[in-house]
């Protein structure tokens, strides 16, 4: 495997970054998790319009064009000969004796692997996945705005963790004020009388690439959509559940606690739309 760091492709035993580097002292940076298909990355424009609003929050300036962003990207890609990849850019602000204070850091670290894709059994597609509701609240806004897809994730490990001991794929976060938020690792979404309802940004969640899709691909197919601020109790009672990001696109859930839905219409609909969209904008793009 070969890893692009700052600039250069270098081998998985030689990516090394410094033991002072942010990233590594405070979780001091951002990333984000792309999806390639056919050598095509998807929505890369959207991925990378999200990293410099990320940046831009913590006043991390990257100091590279956007163009030569795209283009090491797709080099991260040819050098590991992968056309079905997992890409994963992360952004340190860079090495610097220890101390809180940016002006001690120096130029940022820029770490991009790509490996090759994975799928997920075909059974959590057919019969859905187990989702659990934790105790691990998801960081509020005043604390940490999670429109910054940071590097410090331990909230989202530790929320993960609780869903593996319990047997469950995901785990569900609340906000502070005991409204649905977001998966660890994915957005959700509900369906209640071919309505499809999913947190808003005001619930203290990442605005999901894969989330922006589905809200555009439920609009194209007349779906109604109402994004808000919900209690557990609504989803209890919804007929429909799925959660996204950009690896699982589109994945349903059969249980969240000790509810149970079935794989409905509305899910395989906007399952089917996706693969569709999909295939058109890979088509164009190669």
Partial sequence: MKIYLNGEFVSESDAKVSVFDRGFLYGDGVFETMRAYGGVVFRINEHIKRLRRSLGMIRLDLSLPESSL???????????DLTEAVVRLSVSRGTGPIGLSMS???????????????PYPQ????NGIRVVTTKIMRTPPDALNPMIKSLNFLNNIM????????????????SANGH????????????????????????GI?????????????CETGLGVVEGEFF???LYRAHEVFVTNSTMEIMPVTTVDAVSYPVGHVTRRLMKAFFRYREQYVKYRQ
């Fill in 123 to 126: 059974d959590y597609y057919d």
């Fill in 70 to 80: 795209y283009e090491a990207i797709y080099d991260t890609l040819s050098a590991n």
């Fill in 180 to 203: 649905l938020a977001e998966c660890s690792v994915s957005n959700i979404f509900f369906v209640k009388e071919d309505i499809l309802y999913t947190p808003s940004v005001k619930s």
């Fill in 206 to 218: 990442l605005d999901g690439v894969m989330r922006a899709q589905v809200l555009e691909l439920a």
């Fill in 232 to 234: 557990p109790a609504t």
């Fill in 159 to 174: 929320a993960k963790a609780m869903a593996d001991d319990a047997g469950a794929h995901e785990a569900l976060m609340l």
């Fill in 104 to 118: 001690l850091c120096g130029q940022p670290t820029l770490v991009i692997i790509a490996k090759p894709f994975t």
